[in-house]
């Protein structure tokens, strides 16, 4: 069910967004997802303005 809260965004952008919040070995699923979704926020934030 959590994995399903992440859209597959980073892939389908053509690799616009640097791999840093999953290149911690998969952190993001076991409880980092604030994180993730933070960062993810903040590049939607800055390429939507």
Do not use: Q
């Not at 980073?10 to 640097?18: H, T």
């Not at 911690?24 to 390429?47: I, P, Q």
């Amino acid at each position: 069910m959590i994995l399903g809260l992440i859209p597959p965004t980073p892939l389908d952008k053509g690799g616009l967004i640097p791999p840093a919040p999953l290149d911690k070995g998969g952190a993001d699923r076991r409880g980092d997802l604030k994180v993730f979704n933070t960062y993810r926020l903040s590049y939607e934030n800055g390429r939507n303005s």
